[in-house]
């Protein structure tokens, strides 16, 4: 099959500025391919990418066995509503079940999704008059109306009142300011175990399990939002499994399916059941394209070892920044876990991201000052250096 003409970027930024949209700051460049942890645009021009997908390639681009696993599903079957059962579902959520806490799947296509259903589910399991829910500043939980309402960011609200009822903001890491906030109307306590947009957070020793204490002193479900975290980002399958705490809840997408649509909530067995029939569904969840993909990467982290690359990628990160932050003092933290990595600025990151485009390195910022890295686990080490060297680079140049 013959290769696609692609328009140039200039004209594809033409295009886009005729007929799409303009909700996204977008960099003038039309990517056409991507492989492993490199992109090229429609010029030829070779990028390396420390930021695939938005945190959603954690496998890289195109992974190889992701790719044929749908290709072959594409030939057999596409879409079946959730009212027939599919084998592939089934398996995909007991493979999810056993990497976790043993309990029962949901699923949908995003993120948000995900946390709207653990949302649903929270008011669902309690009595009508428990409705709170406690979230935490700087967390972000999505964008549709009720995860945009747990989110306890004023700059995501702007425009759009009134928000949810019911959602109560925390200070990060204050445990005893959630104590004050929970009463007779508190359903749930939800976070993300590590705070990613919010600036690659890790929480404070005993935070995550005062919390724990916390919900099960008063009858709540504590839900952990990994999204981002979970399916192998930090080195373990899930975030929570570093910290030796347990969650009722937890909410994945990202990394869920290596690269492709996919999204779901897993719940406790003895809580699944709150979700009855007719209270919640996704028409396109749990489809077998998303099935056969979500099958294929955990069978591809597992085969190739990919846990165990990611911490090793990890530290190389850790090891490298932290020679960096030695060298200038425009450097505040480097803060690491596995794959997501955080380097806190006294300036403003965006000059840095744009001087890493110019040397092709792909990254992003988060909350004005936090570069933010989330590589694919099957980065080389050689490419992890390279990285180091780039990023150094532009962090120096900025710096003056």
């Known amino acids: 099959m013959s290769q696609p003409r692609h328009l140039s970027s200039s004209q594809t930024v033409e295009l886009f500025q005729r007929y799409v949209i303009p909700n996204y700051t977008r960099y003038p460049l039309n990517i056409v391919r991507g492989e492993g942890s490199t992109v090229w645009d429609s010029e030829g021009q070779r990028y390396l990418d420390l930021f695939p997908g938005w945190g959603c390639n954690l496998l890289g681009h195109c992974p190889a ?179 030796g705490v347990t969650p009722d809840v937890i909410t994945l997408a990202k990394a869920l399916c290596g690269g492709l649509v996919g999204g779901a909530m897993l719940t406790k067995s003895e809580i699944a059941p709150s979700l009855r029939p007719g209270m919640h569904a996704s028409t396109f969840g749990g489809n077998p394209i998303a099935a056969r993909a979500g099958i294929a990467a955990l069978e591809m982290m597992e085969r190739e070892k990919l846990l165990d690359n990611a911490r090793r990628l990890g530290e190389i990160f850790r090891q490298r920044l932290e020679a960096l932050r030695q060298q200038t003092d425009v450097i505040v933290e480097v803060r690491v876990l596995g794959l997501m990595i955080g380097v806190e600025l006294r300036v403003p990151g965006a000059p840095v991201v744009q001087a890493c485009l110019e040397r092709r390195l792909l990254i992003n910022c988060t909350h004005g000052t936090v570069l933010r890295l989330l590589p694919a686990m099957n980065l080389t080490a050689a490419e992890a250096e390279e990285g180091c060297d780039l990023l150094g680079k532009a962090i120096l140049a900025v710096a003056g």
């Open 65 to 243: 066995p992701v790719v044929e696993a749908v290709q072959e599903q594409l030939r057999t079957l596409i879409h079946v509503p959730n009212t027939w059962h599919m084998d592939l579902q089934g398996q995909w959520a007991q493979m999810l079940s056993e990497r976790s806490f043993g309990g029962l799947a949901f699923f949908c296509n995003s993120g948000t999704e995900a946390n709207e259903a653990a949302i649903k589910l929270a008011r669902l399991h309690t009595p009508p008059e428990r409705y709170k829910i406690i979230t935490f500043t700087g967390g972000f939980h999505g964008r549709t109306m009720g995860s945009v309402s747990a989110t306890a960011q004023p700059k995501y609200h702007e425009g759009l009142g009134p928000l949810l009822a019911g959602f109560v903001y925390a200070p990060y890491g204050d445990l005893d300011a959630v104590r004050k906030l929970i009463d007779a109307e508190t359903a749930a306590i939800m976070i993300e175990p590590v705070q990613g947009e919010g600036g690659i957070r890790i929480p404070p020793e005993g935070f995550l399990q005062g919390l724990r204490q916390l919900a099960d002193e008063h009858g709540l479900l504590l839900i952990f939002d990994e999204v981002q975290t979970g399916c192998g980002r930090t080195g373990n399958w899930f975030a929570y499994q570093h910290f």
